[in-house]
């Protein structure tokens, strides 16, 4: 017996329980396919501690608690209430009623779901409760994506102040050795200016970049569910090994496009709506409703409890609005039209996912390309590189020239920082286009 009891006990407490999106379902590894531990702990970290999951999760336990309430409401009801009652009665023989006494009345009362009217809500409920999931899951499929593009936006400028700081040192040197020519009356002013100007303007790339990368980093720390004011401990890894280990589709199937959370909340939204029509037209109908009786009271002869002291009576019938035909017209057509715009809604919704699917295979398939495009440049400049170098130490070139060489080629490493970077933010958008499905 008592272990009956501890089941029953479970089964309530479980059946409370509100949990969040199955971290199956968000197909985590492929983000462990970047081969960065960092990576992979802020992606466990966002799930755990982000603030807008969290509102999400609060916003479908609404819901289910809500389905609970309409489930509530299609089962008998019953109540009681204690009264004090004070009346005047006539005198009569052999007939005596007391003046005051205390009635416990125990009423019950059910409407009867003979056209399954009451369901129908229900079940409506239920597709809210489905909707509300959906687009939990699209929260967290969403924000996984923000982090991983942050990150890699953040590794991104990391190797780009390297690389600036690069520049301008070599700047620097350029405008030195500029500044003794103009000392000795080699150069005109004007070669000199322009000679500081790319030193300035190689300063203000440089805090550019560091602003930018504060920026992101405070962006990341939030995502994560942390203060903006505590990144110094933020650890990250190196760009040049961040890399995807896994392959990219080509093409993606129909099936996984439609089984994107957007796509099915909004399948869930029009069933709804579908079920919400079906109850306004039974709003026309009668409700049959059953009501039950049974008083105690002190008021008749007899003990408190006693059949003799009871009064008892039972009500079923039917009941019909007579003057809301109105009302009942207008929520049909109002539901009507409410169905007629979700059903625009999710064919919308398909048509956005196939576009935002084949737009990302698309960037994918060129971005590749612009990356391959952007190693032959610098493979070539790293070849102008090696024979400034060699010309510098055979004398042909002057240490300004071999400069101007070097500076050129680290900009071309810079360019190609940039298209291997767009391609992996671009793997990131597909993951969230395709519902993590890859």
Not at 380 to 402: D, H, R, T
Request: aromatic share 10%; charged share 25%; net charge neutral.
């Amino acid at each position: 017996m008592i272990k009956k009891i501890l089941l029953i006990c479970m089964l309530l407490f479980y059946s409370q329980v509100s949990y969040a999106v199955d971290v199956k379902e968000l197909n985590i590894e492929f983000f462990e396919k970047f081969n960065d531990e960092n990576l992979n702990c802020y992606i466990k970290e966002a799930i755990e501690k982000n603030h807008e999951l969290k509102k999400a999760a609060h916003s479908v336990e609404q819901y289910r608690q809500q389905t609970k309430y309409s489930l509530g409401q299609e089962l008998p009801s019953l109540g009681v209430s204690a009264n004090y009652l004070g009346v005047k009665v006539p005198e009569l023989d052999n007939f005596q009623l007391k003046k005051n006494a205390f009635v416990l009345p125990f009423t019950a009362s059910y409407e009867a779901d003979l056209l399954l009217k009451n369901r129908d809500k229900t079940r409506a409920i239920k597709k809210s409760y489905e909707a509300a999931k959906f687009n939990e899951k699209a929260v967290y499929l969403a924000l996984l994506s923000d982090v991983a593009t942050v990150y890699t936006n953040i590794l991104r400028y990391d190797d780009l102040i390297e690389k600036q700081e690069e520049i301008l040192k070599i700047q620097e040197e350029i405008l030195n050795r500029n500044d003794k020519k103009f000392k000795h009356g080699v150069i005109n002013l004007t070669d000199l200016n322009n000679v500081k100007k790319n030193v300035e303007a190689s300063k203000s790339t440089l805090e550019n970049l560091k602003k930018n990368r504060e920026t992101a980093v405070m962006q990341l720390a939030v995502l994560t569910g942390n203060s903006a004011a505590n990144t110094a401990n933020m650890k990250f890894g190196n760009f040049d090994s961040f890399e995807y280990s896994g392959e990219i589709p080509k093409e993606v199937s129909s099936d996984i496009i439609f089984a994107r959370p957007d796509v099915k909340a909004a399948e869930a939204n029009l069933e709804k709506a579908q079920i919400d029509v079906r109850v306004a037209k039974k709003e026309f109908f009668p409700t049959f409703n059953i009501v039950g009786v049974w008083a105690f009271n002190t008021i008749a002869p007899g003990a408190f409890f006693s059949w003799e002291s009871s009064l008892a009576a039972i009500l079923a019938g039917a009941s019909q609005d007579i003057f809301k035909g109105g009302m009942k017209v207008a929520r049909l057509k109002m539901q009507k039209a409410k169905y007629e715009e979700l059903f625009e809604d999710y064919n919308q919704t398909n048509l956005e996912a196939v576009k935002e699917v084949n737009t990302s295979l698309c960037i994918i398939k060129h971005d590749k390309q612009v990356e391959a495009n952007t190693k032959s440049e610098l493979g070539y400049e790293l070849q102008n590189f090696g024979n400034a170098e060699k010309k510098l130490n055979q004398g042909v070139i002057s240490v300004p020239e071999y400069l101007v060489a070097k500076t050129e080629f680290l900009e071309s490493q810079t360019n190609f920082t940039q298209a291997k970077t767009q391609r992996i933010i671009n793997y990131f958008t597909l993951y969230k286009a395709v519902g993590g499905q890859l």
